[in-house]
């Protein structure tokens, strides 16, 4: 009975995937790093962001200064990640593991998309939003795209989790649970585009001075 017990706990370990170090494939160790110091860092860039918004030294530093040098973190660690997704597909390509490249793609480009608007934004209106000239509607739904952001990148790392299979030794084909979190993470791109064009619509219309 402890022999099925111990056997029904590791096959629930919801890590299985993304094992220990010493459980990952030689081949995938600079992967198996590579994705987990760009998420870590990325987190990082929307931490930058929240902590340092409310944080106002003249006219060049306020929210807008905050928001660019958050998201430029979180953009080079989003590429860091981009890389280490296309070096695992040309490692497995053609093996009894391999996925497709186009949802993970996908999500990582999207995220890329939102925060690349987001900076061009911050650097167009900067003088108005690190002196509070705009509309305080707009503070809000920034803080709504970070907190979209921050969702995008936990189900990134879901969807990663659960089909890059060869980085462990534990193989199997692209399962119903990440194909839920992938259509989670459209919906969520939907919904930070939509936040984002508010954004821009609030700084184009509603800011007091340009």
């Known amino acids: 009975m402890q022999a099925i017990k111990l056997t029904m706990t590791s096959n629930s370990n919801p890590m299985a995937n993304f094992a220990p170090i010493d459980k990952v ?15 870590l860092l990325a987190f990082v860039g929307i931490v930058i962001k929240i902590v340092f918004t409310s944080l106002s030294i003249g ?15 979180t953009c080079v660690a989003m590429f860091g990640l981009l890389m280490a997704v296309i070096s695992y597909y040309f490692k ?18 999207a995220l890329f998309l939102i925060l690349f608007v ?3 934004q911050s650097i167009s209106f900067s003088d108005m939003i690190n002196t509070y000239q705009v509309d305080p509607e707009y503070y809000k739904f920034s803080n709504y795209s970070s907190i979209l952001i921050f969702f995008q990148l936990v189900l990134i790392f879901s969807y990663l989790h659960g089909n890059l299979n060869c980085i462990s030794t534990t193989v199997g084909a692209l399962s119903k649970p990440s194909i839920g979190t992938l ?10 585009i939509l936040t984002v064009g508010i954004m821009e619509v609030i700084l184009r219309l509603f800011s007091t001075c340009f």
């Open 118 to 120: 987001i900076i061009r």
């Open 92 to 109: 497995v390509q053609g093996s009894f593991c391999s996925t497709s490249l186009y949802p993970s793609f996908f999500q990582i480009f």
């Open 59 to 73: 006219d060049e530093q306020g929210p807008a200064f905050a928001t660019l040098v958050g998201y430029i973190f």
């Open 25 to 39: 494939n030689y081949r995938f160790k600079t992967i198996y790093y590579l994705i987990y110091i760009s998420i």
């Open 183 to 192: 259509y989670l993470s459209i919906v969520l791109f939907v919904l930070n």
